[in-house]
């Protein structure tokens, strides 16, 4: 089970640099057991309960438009060691500075099942330097992700 202040990846986090940052917030996906005591992995995104939003609450600029770019992947990880985490999905790839706007959804979808304990996200950016620039990703059971944007 998600609570409320684990469905927040990332709230309005800035980005104003090159290179891998990962998500403020890794959430933790509750781990049952099986019959022998054996961890197992938890289907949270099965049967589409849960839905990930990732978008921009700031708009992205750069010193040099059109060449910088966004990519965002889902991790898991059995631990929260740093270099643990694996790639489970990317969400979004190559996107550029045009279509980092204020209010664009970069991702909208299911959890997909069988992730291991701690879930996160990984945000690249390349090529250029952001000058402003902030996301927002959480979880939801609205697949509309009805939640407001202020200016």
Do not use: C
Not at 26 to 39: I, L, Q, R
């Amino acid at each position: 089970m998600y609570l409320e202040g684990d469905a927040h990846f990332s709230d309005a986090q800035a980005f104003t640099s090159t290179g891998d940052q990962a998500s403020t917030n890794p959430a933790e996906n509750y781990v049952g057991k099986d019959v022998w005591g054996t961890a197992k992995k938890q289907n949270a995104g099965e049967g589409g309960r849960l839905f990930l939003h990732v978008r921009v609450t700031t708009a992205f600029t750069s010193a040099t438009p059109l060449t910088a770019d966004l990519t965002v992947k889902l991790q898991d990880s059995p631990s929260t060691t740093s270099g643990s985490y694996s790639d489970v999905l990317t969400l979004a790839s190559g996107v550029t500075r045009v279509g980092l706007t204020k209010g664009t959804e970069i991702y909208r979808g299911s959890l997909p099942a069988n992730l291991d304990k701690y879930v996160r996200l990984l945000y690249t950016t390349a090529d250029a330097i952001w000058t402003a620039g902030a996301m927002e990703a959480f979880l939801s059971t609205d697949p509309s992700g009805a939640k407001a944007i202020y200016p």
